[in-house]
């Protein structure tokens, strides 16, 4: 089985965690997670972060801090399931424009979530940056990062706020551990052992990053269909590498036992295409390379 996408952790990971656990300290907040707040909002081009349990958690404490509530909210197409929902949960009615560039949801690293008061609208209030860590910056209120275990760097599981408002980072800061802000929210706080991974994965982003275009480059040379992401592709983070298949491709696949994801449906039921999401871990061998671009090949 050539897996999809999963962590490397062949760096501090088990000297960091060791340091958490001797000290006593796994919970929220803690030294760690001081650290890994100070690394992520200086690569983001920020000034501060906050770390939460999951990028979920953070999109939502997000909206609550900048009173989302109820209003209506200008989104992506391709925005992520789960920040629909929260916006969702706050009374909010979403209203999607079309993405010119987008191709099958693949254009961007990031999705942009804004208050429409019926003027123009090009500077985002928050961003859903989920796998975008080390790509291109931010101009947004609010950028929320994943960390989850399938991300190129991890904490296991994990997200990040970053903003420049320090008002906002107390905010939010409140929001994620119903420390008395008007709109109480779930305990939120990444704990220390999370961060303590986070902070020796962060120290590897630079060479994650080259790895992940590495292997798009790799895949891209031996004529895979890779989804083109236009002119600034150099400046993604290529978390996923995507490509348009049919069912004849998609079978072999399955049967070759190679991990995949389907991220995109063609939306006429007479076409059979799909957008696959194919392996691309930063420990990914030349050998399984290979045997996926064989596989697609056929």
Avoid at 57 to 68: D, H, I, K, Y
Wanted: glycine letters at 8%; charged letters at 25%; one cysteine or more.
């Amino acid at each position: 089985m050539i897996p999809l996408a999963v962590p490397n952790l062949t760096g501090n990971e088990i000297e960091y965690t060791r340091q958490a656990i001797i000290s006593n300290h796994v919970g929220p907040n803690g030294p760690f997670v001081e650290r890994f707040e100070e690394m992520v909002a200086k690569r983001a081009g920020y000034s501060y972060a906050v770390a939460t349990s999951s990028c979920s958690q953070a999109l939502l404490a997000a909206f609550r801090a900048l009173r989302f509530e109820g209003r209506e909210i200008c989104l992506e197409k391709c925005a992520f399931p789960a920040a629909k929902h929260a916006l969702q949960s706050l009374g909010c009615k979403l209203k999607y424009w079309e993405d010119e560039d987008g191709v099958y949801g693949y254009r961007h690293d990031h999705c942009s979530y804004n208050i429409n008061d019926d003027g123009p609208y090009f500077f985002p209030e928050v961003d859903d940056c989920a796998p975008a860590i080390g790509a291109v910056y931010s101009e947004s209120t609010v950028a929320c990062f994943s960390f989850a275990a399938n991300k190129t760097v991890t904490c296991g599981t994990g997200g990040v706020a970053c903003m420049d408002d320090n008002s906002l980072r107390e905010a939010i800061g409140s929001l994620i551990c119903n420390r008395g802000f008007e709109y109480a929210c779930t305990e939120a706080r990444m704990a220390n052992i999370n961060a303590a991974i986070g902070c020796a994965q962060m120290e590897r982003l630079d060479e994650f990053i080259d790895k992940k275009r590495s292997i798009w480059k790799r895949y891209e040379d031996a004529g895979l269909p890779m989804v083109d992401r236009g002119p600034s592709r150099w400046m993604s983070s290529i978390w996923l590498d995507g490509i348009p298949v049919d069912n004849e491709t998609y079978r072999r696949l399955e049967e070759s036992e190679i991990g995949h994801r389907i991220e995109f449906r063609d939306p006429d039921p007479e076409e059979d295409r799909f957008c696959l999401s194919i392996p691309c871990s930063t420990s990914l061998s030349e050998a399984d390379q290979d045997k996926v671009i064989k596989t697609v090949l056929g």
